[in-house]
């Protein structure tokens, strides 16, 4: 049965969004000198931006959510396998405001940036292959 447009539209647009968060990233980290803690940032943004696309397209409601952990429990609720394969990204929490306001004593480190990037982009590619192609995924028809 084929996809209701309108649904199939708003998870494209979460996925568009999570695509620019990534996009943003590597423009981050390619400017001289990089810039590590927006990297940080838009990693997280990108995962639970492909997080919400899931659960829009399970018809899961969430609430307005940064927490990773919340929203990795609820799509595990519908695939068990995703809270593994997520797991590594929870921690990427932390960076949708660490880093954000003045007053943070440390500073984001390029390592753990480049890291952090990495683990998001297996974290969207999980997801999205559980969305149908119409749908912006990867995940073939039935």
Same mark, same amino acid.
């Given at each position: 049965?084929?996809?209701?447009?309108?649904?199939?539209d708003e998870v494209r647009g979460w996925l568009r969004k999570?695509?620019?968060?990534l996009r943003s990233a590597d423009a981050?980290?390619? #400017? !001289?000198?990089? /810039?590590p803690e927006d990297v940080l940032f838009h990693s997280?943004?990108?995962? !639970?931006k492909a997080i919400k696309a899931y659960l829009t397209l399970c018809q /899961?409601?969430?609430r307005k959510t940064h927490d990773l @952990?919340?929203? #990795?429990?609820?799509?595990?609720a519908v695939d068990k396998t995703l809270e593994a394969e997520l797991a590594d990204a929870v921690p990427l929490t932390a960076y949708a405001w660490r880093f954000r306001y003045p007053g943070v004593e440390d500073e984001a480190d390029l390592d753990e940036a480049r890291a952090a990037l990495r683990t998001a982009r297996g974290?969207?590619?999980?997801i999205r292959? @559980? /969305?149908p192609r119409e749908a912006g995924g990867t995940q073939p028809a039935a």
């Open positions: 049965m084929p996809l209701d447009p309108v649904l199939a999570a695509d620019t968060d981050d980290l390619a #400017v !001289e000198p990089p /810039i997280q943004q990108a995962v !639970e /899961i409601p969430f @952990r919340v929203l #990795v429990k609820a799509c595990a974290a969207v590619a999980a292959k @559980r /969305i």
